[in-house]
C-alpha cells in the first residue's frame, strides 16, 4: 500500500508540487496496522490536483480537499491550509491556502495524526508525534483547550483512539475535556455515532466506555443507559441497550433489530419458541448481553425441528382442504398451534399426525 501512495505523491511532485503522506495511514503504518484510506497534504490547490488527476471528485462537505481513487485505494489530497475560526465549535468558517506543510500540520488534532512520509518514503515529524507513538500517548497538536474548542469531536476522536490504540491520554488532554464535555451537546448525533460506532467495535469496546463515563460524557452524549452496557462485542446490541432510536441516526432495519433484541431479552434465549421467532443473531445478540452461552444459544437453534413456516409438512390447502374451509384468519391460529406443538417435541413434524391433530382440536370450528 505505501509503494502505491509514493507512486500517487510522486506524480505531483513530478508536476513541481510539494506532496506528502500524512495523517493516519502513516500512523498505521508505525505501528504496523492496516489502514484503509490514506491521506495526502499538498501545496497544490483542487484545481491543480483535478488537473493531475482528472478523475479526481471534490466531495461536497470538505474544504480544499480532492478524493483520488487509483490502485484500488482512495486518497483523500487536501491543500495545505490554515483554518481561522470555527462555526459551532466543528467547521471552520474561512480558510486560506498556504504553501508550507509545517504550518499546515500545526492545525491538526493530534500529534500522531500529524507523521509525514515524502515522495522518498521517509519519515518527516515536526511535532513529536513518533515520540508520543512510543510513549502510547494521545496529546494535542498545540494547545488542548483551543484544539477543543475548535472542533469538539476532537474529545470523542481522543477517545477513540485512546481506545482502538490502548494508549494513555496526556494530563492536557485529560483536563480539557472535562473542562470542554459539554461542547459535544453542540454537534450533530450523526457525527457523534460515527465516532461512538468507532469505540463500539474496537475490540475495547468496554475500556472506551468506562472511558466516556470517567469523563461523565454520557449525559452530554444523551446515553443515560451507558452504565448498562456490558458483555457485548455487537455494534447492535450496545445501541439496543442505549436506546437512543428518538436521537441518533439509525437505519429502519437497525431500528428492527433493536426492537426484537429488547423484546428478547426478557425471554429464555435457549427456549425454542423464542429462537423460532425471533432467529439466531437476535436470540445471540441479547443472550451475550445477559451473559449467557452463546455456544449453547447457538445448538439449541440448530436442533430446531423447523426454522421457519415452510419447514412443517403441512401446506394451507391440505389445511383448508381437512377442514373443508375456505381461507381465513383461523389458518393462523392453525399454524401457531402446531409450530409450538413440533417445537416442543409434543408432535412429530409429519403430514398425517399433524392433520390428525388438527382435526381432533380444530374440526368442532368448522
Same mark, same amino acid.
Given at each position: 500500500m505505501l509503494d502505491n501512495a509514493l507512486k500517487l505523491i510522486r506524480e505531483l511532485t513530478e508536476h513541481n508540487y510539494k506532496a506528502y503522506i500524512v495523517g493516519g $495511514? /502513516?500512523?498505521?503504518?508505525?505501528?504496523?496496522?492496516?489502514?484503509?484510506?490514506?491521506?495526502?497534504?499538498?501545496?497544490?490547490? =483542487?484545481?491543480?490536483?483535478?488537473?493531475?488527476?482528472?478523475? @479526481?471528485?471534490? =466531495?461536497?462537505?470538505?474544504?480544499?480537499?480532492?478524493? /483520488?481513487?487509483?490502485?484500488?485505494?482512495?486518497?483523500?489530497?487536501t491543500t495545505f491550509r490554515k483554518e481561522f475560526s470555527?462555526?459551532?465549535?466543528?467547521?471552520? /468558517?474561512?480558510?486560506?491556502?498556504?504553501?508550507?506543510?509545517?504550518?499546515?500540520?500545526?492545525?491538526?488534532?493530534?500529534?500522531?495524526?500529524?507523521?509525514?512520509?515524502?515522495?522518498? @518514503?521517509?519519515?518527516?515529524?515536526?511535532? @513529536?508525534?513518533?515520540?508520543?507513538?512510543?510513549?502510547?500517548?494521545i496529546r494535542?497538536?498545540?494547545?488542548?483547550?483551543?484544539? $477543543?474548542e475548535q472542533d469538539a469531536l476532537r474529545i470523542l476522536r481522543a477517545i477513540r483512539f485512546a481506545t482502538v490504540l490502548d494508549f494513555q491520554l496526556d494530563g492536557e488532554v485529560?483536563?480539557?475535556?472535562?473542562?470542554h464535555r459539554s461542547l459535544l451537546k453542540e454537534l450533530s448525533y450523526h457525527r457523534k455515532k460515527e465516532e461512538l460506532d468507532k469505540i463500539f467495535v474496537s475490540g475495547r469496546a468496554e475500556q472506551g466506555i468506562d472511558m466516556l463515563l470517567d469523563f461523565r460524557l454520557d449525559k452530554c452524549l444523551d446515553l443515560d443507559n451507558l452504565s448498562k452496557v456490558e458483555n457485548t462485542n455487537s455494534l447492535i446490541g450496545i445501541w439496543s441497550v442505549l436506546h437512543v432510536e428518538d436521537k441518533y441516526p439509525f437505519s429502519s432495519n437497525e431500528k428492527e433489530l433493536m426492537?426484537?433484541?429488547?423484546?428478547v431479552m426478557v425471554l429464555n434465549n435457549y427456549d425454542p419458541m423464542a429462537l423460532y421467532h425471533y432467529g439466531l443473531y437476535v436470540n445471540s445478540v441479547a443472550g451475550e448481553l445477559k451473559g449467557l452461552d452463546k455456544k449453547k444459544i447457538t445448538e439449541c437453534y440448530n436442533s430446531l425441528s423447523i426454522h421457519r413456516r415452510q419447514d412443517l409438512d403441512l401446506s394451507s390447502e391440505e389445511i383448508m382442504d381437512s377442514l373443508h374451509k375456505t381461507p381465513g384468519e383461523y389458518l393462523s391460529d392453525i399454524y401457531e398451534a402446531i409450530e409450538k406443538e413440533v417445537l416442543y417435541h409434543r408432535l412429530p413434524n409429519e403430514k398425517d399426525k399433524l392433520l390428525a391433530y388438527i382435526q381432533e382440536n380444530f374440526a368442532s370450528n368448522s
Open positions: $495511514f /502513516v500512523r498505521d503504518y508505525l505501528l504496523g496496522r492496516e489502514s484503509q484510506d490514506i491521506d495526502v497534504a499538498t501545496n497544490a490547490t =483542487p484545481k491543480e490536483i483535478k488537473e493531475v488527476f482528472k478523475d @479526481g471528485f471534490l =466531495p461536497t462537505e470538505d474544504y480544499g480537499s480532492v478524493i /483520488v481513487n487509483k490502485y484500488g485505494i482512495r486518497f483523500e489530497i470555527y462555526q459551532d465549535h466543528r467547521k471552520p /468558517v474561512e480558510i486560506q491556502y498556504i504553501d508550507d506543510l509545517y504550518q499546515d500540520l500545526l492545525r491538526r488534532d493530534f500529534t500522531i495524526n500529524a507523521i509525514c512520509i515524502d515522495e522518498n @518514503g521517509e519519515i518527516i515529524d515536526f511535532l @513529536g508525534g513518533r515520540d508520543d507513538l512510543e510513549r502510547k500517548l494535542t497538536v498545540g494547545d488542548a483547550d483551543e484544539r $477543543f485529560v483536563e480539557a475535556i472535562r473542562k426492537k426484537d433484541i429488547r423484546e
